[in-house]
């Protein structure tokens, strides 16, 4: 059985990863409409998150809004540090309880190492995997390998979506937010 770490030379390959930025409102609630979107079936939730400050406030906010919807407790909140021997017991933490869906506010290359963990040790499915903004970036995918993140989905900070389809980020633009709102209006032009 193979050692599921990132090598030091994967992670040098891809220079440095930005930190974790505070979470802006518009994430946070296009966040919450990804998981209550019709036909989600999602009641249960465990949160993960890095040690870093943005996303602790970011593992916070999420974990009180969802109480506000009047939702069913979050089952548990998980950290883990930004390097780690295995991450093996953090993992088993985020997995237990079998919830619904998990929900992730952490830096990139904690976020790519505990990934590859979780999917080595555990039944987590990325599918039922969302993230905060900072980890919509095309590295993450490339660093934990391209299937161990297919089917992860998120917010950006400007409330956009994303999601990780065969190790590619694509993101999508915000839904309707005001009245009269085109998804053409960036390609009408007047004449």
Same mark, same amino acid.
């Given at each position: 059985?193979?050692?599921?770490?990132?090598?030091?030379?994967?992670?040098?390959?891809?220079?440095?990863?930005?930190?974790?930025?505070?979470?802006?409102?518009?994430?946070?609630?296009?966040?919450?409409?990804?998981?209550?979107?019709?036909?989600?079936?999602?009641?249960?939730?465990?949160?993960?998150? @890095?040690?870093? $400050?943005? @996303?602790?406030?970011?593992?916070?906010?999420?974990?009180?809004?969802?109480?506000?919807?009047?939702?069913?407790?979050?089952?548990?909140?998980?950290?883990? !540090?930004?390097?780690?021997?295995?991450?093996?017991?953090?993992?088993? +933490?985020?997995?237990?309880?079998?919830?619904?869906?998990?929900?992730?506010?952490?830096?990139?290359?904690?976020?790519?190492?505990?990934?590859?963990?979780?999917?080595? @040790? $555990?039944?987590?499915? !990325?599918?039922?995997?969302?993230?905060?903004?900072?980890?919509?970036? @095309? +590295?993450?995918?490339?660093?934990?390998?391209?299937?161990?993140?297919?089917?992860?989905?998120?917010?950006?900070?400007?409330? &956009? $979506?994303?999601?990780?389809?065969?190790?590619?980020?694509?993101?999508?633009? !915000?839904?309707? &937010?005001?009245?009269?709102? &085109? !998804?053409?209006?960036?390609?009408? &032009?007047?004449?």
């Amino acid at each position: 059985m193979t050692s599921p770490l990132i090598s030091p030379a994967e992670t040098a390959a891809y220079g440095d990863l930005p930190a974790p930025t505070p979470h802006s409102d518009a994430e946070l609630v296009s966040l919450i409409g990804l998981l209550t979107a019709p036909g989600n079936r999602v009641t249960t939730v465990t949160v993960g998150h @890095s040690r870093d $400050t943005a @996303s602790r406030s970011a593992a916070a906010a999420f974990a009180e809004a969802w109480r506000a919807l009047g939702r069913l407790p979050v089952l548990a909140v998980v950290d883990w !540090p930004e390097s780690a021997a295995s991450w093996l017991r953090a993992a088993r +933490r985020l997995t237990a309880g079998e919830p619904d869906a998990w929900v992730v506010a952490a830096a990139p290359l904690g976020w790519a190492q505990m990934s590859r963990r979780l999917r080595h @040790s $555990t039944d987590w499915d !990325p599918a039922r995997t969302y993230g905060f903004a900072a980890l919509g970036d @095309s +590295r993450v995918p490339a660093l934990a390998g391209s299937s161990t993140l297919q089917g992860m989905r998120g917010a950006a900070a400007d409330g &956009s $979506t994303w999601t990780i389809d065969r190790g590619w980020v694509t993101h999508q633009l !915000p839904g309707p &937010s005001a009245e009269g709102w &085109s !998804p053409w209006h960036a390609v009408i &032009s007047e004449r």
